[in-house]
């Protein structure tokens, strides 16, 4: 998820990921066809089927519990 936000891959580390991008996000993958979302950078094909549920799990969080933003860690 933090990949597809920033466009490419990222190293390890923790990112934030505000409420705002991830309204887009979600959006965006929620409208896109599967071969439109294989073609966005930074999403690896392995997640191309189940970038949808992640990105609705952090949406209903951030909005469950009025988040502004939420950190994301991505480890190697």
């Excluded at 891959?9 to 990921?17: I, M, P, Q, S």
């Excluded at 294989?38 to 909005?63: F, K, Y």
Aim: net charge negative; with cysteine; hydrophobic share 40%.
């Amino acid at each position: 998820l933090a990949a597809l936000e920033a466009g490419h891959r990222l190293g390890a580390g923790e990112h934030d990921y505000p409420r705002s991008v991830a309204e887009e996000v979600f959006r965006l993958v929620a409208t896109e066809a599967t071969r439109e979302r294989a073609d966005n950078p930074g999403l690896p094909s392995d997640h191309v089927e189940t970038i949808i549920a992640t990105s609705c799990i952090v949406q209903a969080c951030m909005r469950r519990f009025h988040l502004d933003a939420v950190r994301l860690r991505v480890t190697d």
